[in-house]
């Protein structure tokens, strides 16, 4: 893992039990301050010491290589290329690129194309250089020989659907290991205009928005039968689950969180024991108000026993990290267990992305350890 604070895991979750933030900076973007009448910097949490000076395809590559190199440079780490190993990767969709072109765009602009051909014109190349380099970057840098790969371009709920393929590879003996994380940045030059233009970032002027992020994570799946590469598991993956939900953060009908509660009630409910064990939930709260109005619909449906339980949010420590959101979840929980303060035997977490689709997964913590 690789965030604003720290460079691994350790350092990283460590930094956001304690409550440290490091939002520094946008470089060269600055926002009007009524109060003052002056401009003033933009925000964001970068992980400055990898990606200044990078965007696109570069900054991914940088925040992705050191969360890769964090899981498997360890001495456990076996590098011999006998495992079968796949890596399952949750990307951005494009969504707010997509809306801010689709905001801005007159007919002259793309005719005779139709909206949605000049859309995905413009989207592709970007697309096509994470399909086509990405990965042989990742591979060559780390020197995994991978048998699978799989991108899964879906923001938040990228992840669940990364575990729910990965656990099915590695029940059909396809697999002997699974890499499953996520890779996004919010604080890319190249976007932080049309973040600013949509009206999503947190400025003097629209407080009830969110501070872009970035960061990368990754876990390590084995079969529960398998003895595991770096000894005793760190906790098991369960009953990963993904919803469509056709109302999106532009869209004009209101969020109703019904999508995100049935989730996570679907995943709650595929637990052997009904998610008796769920003493903890982090979801994806970022200090923007419609995610807000949204979880809190998704709350007034779910049973009092979980909305209870104590809540993390991904967004107060990292910002808006994006497809990262879940991994770097898995990642706080997995710490939470081996450094005896999660107070739970079962972590939920969920998450929902803004083109729509909300998703759910659990974490339990060591004993019977694998994926299910």
């Given at each position: ?110 005719e005779p194309l139709s909206l949605d051909e000049y859309v995905e014109a413009a989207l592709g ?52 290991r699974c890499i499953v994380g996520g890779v996004d940045t919010l604080c890319d030059p190249a ?182």
């Amino acid at each position: 893992m690789v965030s604003s604070l720290g460079p691994n895991a350790v350092s990283s979750c460590a930094a956001a039990r304690a409550g440290v933030l490091r939002a520094t900076p946008l470089d060269e973007f600055l926002t009007y301050e009524p109060e003052s009448g002056e401009m003033v910097p933009v925000f964001g949490h970068q992980v400055r010491e990898l990606t200044l000076g990078f965007t696109g395809l570069g900054r991914m590559a940088r925040l992705a290589d050191a969360a890769l190199q964090d899981l498997c440079t360890g001495p456990e780490w076996d590098r011999s290329g006998s495992a079968r190993t796949g890596l399952f990767l949750a990307l951005p969709s494009g969504y707010f690129e997509s809306s801010f072109l689709r905001a801005q765009a007159q007919p002259e602009d793309y005719e005779p194309l139709s909206l949605d051909e000049y859309v995905e014109a413009a989207l592709g190349d970007g697309r096509r250089a994470l399909l086509e380099q990405l990965v042989p970057l990742l591979a060559k840098r780390s020197g995994l020989r991978l048998l699978v790969t799989r991108l899964y371009f879906e923001d938040q709920t990228g992840a669940m659907s990364a575990v729910r393929e990965a656990a099915e590879n590695l029940r059909s003996g396809k697999l002997d290991r699974c890499i499953v994380g996520g890779v996004d940045t919010l604080c890319d030059p190249a976007l932080i205009e049309p973040l600013l233009l949509l009206g999503m970032l947190k400025t003097p002027e629209s407080p009830a928005r969110f501070l872009p992020g970035e960061a990368a994570a990754f876990v390590l799946l084995e079969r529960a039968s398998a003895e595991t590469t770096n000894g005793a598991a760190l906790g098991t993956l369960e009953a990963p689950v993904t919803t469509e939900d056709p109302v999106h953060r532009f869209a004009e009908d209101p969020v109703t969180g019904s999508a995100c509660a049935d989730a996570v009630r679907r995943c709650q409910g595929r637990l052997p024991d009904q998610g008796k064990a769920t003493g903890l939930l982090i979801t994806d709260l970022n200090g923007d108000e419609w995610k807000a109005r949204r979880w809190g619909h998704t709350l007034t449906v779910l049973p009092r026993e979980l909305v209870d339980v104590p809540h993390w949010y991904t967004g107060e420590s990292f910002g808006e990290i994006g497809a990262a959101t879940v991994p770097v979840a898995i990642c706080m929980a997995l710490r939470a267990f081996q450094r005896g303060y999660a107070n739970a035997e079962g972590v939920l977490v969920s998450a929902s992305a803004y083109a729509g689709p909300s998703g759910a997964l659990h974490v339990r913590a060591p004993g019977g350890a694998g994926v299910s």
